[in-house]
């Protein structure tokens, strides 16, 4: 199952989110908001969709089945999956070729930060670049969204949480990420729009358990050119390994994500280095799973608490 959240009008927000099962081969979107008698508060709200656990997949699988409540593809507009997750956390450093690239060891353990609710942007919207940062890079991850709560689970038993996958963009700071800040990753990954995502999340069974999980092409385009190109494969710490570790130490609840590492090719490590500019456009993507666009987009040293500015950039209402 494919679940996602959307709203109706191609280029512009014509309704509120919703959520929905996304159909690809048939080109529709299942409205579980209509099939599913959803309240105009639970119409978008996946983590609460998630929160229902089997009850609410059963339901989803029997909307999918009565081939009611389809929408064309081309009359939405997809949002990110889920946009109020309470938790997430983030695995740095999890591609053997990726620490290669920056000349440091292999981590034994999970090397674990973190993001807030604020940094998730939609498909489509403006990812913000302020005039304090200097030094904006990208990173294709893979990302997981937790579907179950889960303490101390083993690594047998991961996948069983999981809700599914999705296609992320970490999108960082460097300059606040490396040199300032005292060098901790929190502020130089946590700002505003700063973790795309989409455009579903994918089931386990739909990527082939483990496996497949673990054999999906993961790439990453500036302006139409391949810059990151590599697989899951070559993840340190696999998506069973970093639930497990995660979940060691704190409970993971239904709609966290975990973002799972980035491939190399990053703008930070290359030669010249390359740094994201205003009007760049970014696609990240995942085999199976989908692609997600975004355009950065320069915030006036002027804009300070406009109201204007705040819904241009907000991930539900930019154009």
């Not at 082939?208 to 899951?232: D, M, P």
Request: glycine fraction near 10%; include cysteine; aromatic fraction near 6%.
């Amino acid at each position: 199952m494919r679940l996602t959240r959307f709203a109706l009008g191609r280029h512009a927000i014509a309704s509120g989110p919703k959520l929905g099962v996304l159909l690809e081969e048939e080109g529709v979107i299942v409205d579980l908001a209509a099939a599913l008698s959803l309240s105009a508060a639970a119409a978008g709200d996946m983590q609460a969709f998630l929160t229902g656990g089997d009850a609410s997949n059963a339901a989803a699988a029997a909307a999918v089945a009565s081939g009611l409540h389809r929408i064309d593809i081309n009359q939405v507009r997809l949002l990110a999956p889920i946009s109020n997750p309470g938790k997430i956390l983030c695995v740095g450093m999890n591609y053997e070729d990726h620490c290669l690239e920056q000349g440091m060891p292999i981590p034994d353990e999970p090397v674990i930060f973190c993001k807030f609710a604020n940094a998730v942007l939609d498909p489509g919207a403006p990812i913000p670049l302020i005039p304090e940062c200097k030094n904006l890079d990208f990173e294709v991850e893979l990302a997981i969204v937790i579907g179950k709560p889960c303490y101390r689970c083993s690594e047998e038993d991961a996948l069983s949480y999981v809700a599914g996958l999705t296609t992320a963009h970490d999108v960082s700071a460097r300059g606040w990420q490396i040199k300032r800040n005292s060098g901790q990753w929190f502020l130089g990954k946590g700002f505003d729009g700063f973790a795309p995502m989409g455009p579903a999340i994918v089931s386990c069974d739909e990527l082939g358990g483990s496996a497949g999980i673990h054999s999906l092409a993961i790439k990453c385009f500036l302006n139409g050119e391949e810059v990151q190109s590599s697989t899951t494969a070559q993840m340190v710490h696999g998506v069973e390994a970093c639930i497990a570790w995660i979940s060691t130490f704190m409970t993971l609840s239904p709609g966290d994500v975990i973002f799972t590492g980035t491939p190399p090719g990053v703008g930070c490590f290359r030669t010249p280095q390359l740094w994201l500019k205003d009007g760049d456009e970014v696609t990240v993507e995942i085999e199976k799973i989908g692609s997600v666009t975004n355009r950065v987009q320069a915030v006036k040293p002027t804009d300070r608490g406009n109201s204007a500015l705040l819904k241009r950039l907000s991930p539900e209402t930019a154009p």
